[in-house]
């Protein structure tokens, strides 16, 4: 167990449709990272986010959004799905650019998402 | 960060025999630099790290060579074994980065018996 933890494992739905994937980063971890994986390539960083608030974007499309909560969890919303959305959606954490010693990324188990 | 999305190159390896993957890294202000291991369907795990001011840190059945002059990184595993089979990342990045990663693309290794 990494620390962070990554719900649902699994998620099958139709095209169209929109879904949430949800994220407790490490105890301490005050940033959250996404990342997108499709099968047999790299990580595409989505976006970050820092205390709550958004400090990075990547490659995100405009029907994908994200949030960090007071309670420092994340959520990744993904709408109007297409059958290229499908793919593993990854959630890391770490200090983030405070004071303490950076000891790069933890991630989650990952989310299965299968758009049929 | 993000790392392109290309085809993953794939080392073979013979069981019992030493592996090396080499990435090379971009950024000369990058102070911290990290390998992870992904089986798959599973998350990425850290393997080893290094900062700037060390060359070589080893592990167990690991090491890291940085060589801040080419900009070049690479992870050594020692007799590898069928449960080395995975993606294998490198990250740079760091203070000057604002404590972001940038991936490398991967390396697929597969152990053969």
């Known amino acids: 167990d990494s620390g962070v933890t990554q719900t649902p494992k699994h998620l099958i739905t139709a095209t169209g449709q929109r879904v949430t994937l949800r994220c407790s980063p490490r105890?301490?971890?005050?940033?959250v990272y996404w990342y997108q994986q499709s099968l047999d390539q790299g990580l595409q960083f989505l976006i970050q986010y820092y205390n709550g608030e958004e400090r990075a974007k990547g490659n995100i499309l405009e029907r994908f959004s994200a949030q960090q909560f007071p309670d420092l969890h994340s959520e990744l919303n993904l709408s109007s799905l297409e059958l290229g959305d499908s793919a593993l959606y990854f959630c890391a954490s770490s200090v983030g650019d405070g004071p303490q010693l950076f000891y790069g990324y933890t991630f989650g188990s990952g989310t299965r998402l299968t758009v049929v | 960060g993000e790392s392109v999305g290309l085809h993953l190159p794939t080392l073979s390896v013979q069981e019992g025999d030493n592996s090396i993957i080499n990435c090379a890294y971009s950024n000369s202000a990058s102070d911290y630099f990290i390998w992870y291991k992904q089986e798959s369907g599973k998350g990425p795990q850290f393997i080893i790290d290094i900062r700037s001011n060390m060359d070589k840190r080893q592990g167990q059945r690991v090491t890291v060579l940085l060589n801040k002059t080419v900009k070049h990184l690479s992870l050594q595993i020692a007799a590898t074994q069928p449960g080395d089979s995975a993606v294998y990342f490198c990250?740079?990045?760091?203070?000057?980065?604002?404590?972001?990663?940038?991936f490398g693309g991967g390396t697929r290794v597969l152990v053969k018996p």
């Open positions: 105890s301490g971890d005050l940033s």
């Open positions: 990250a740079e990045g760091g203070k000057a980065a604002g404590n972001k990663l940038t």
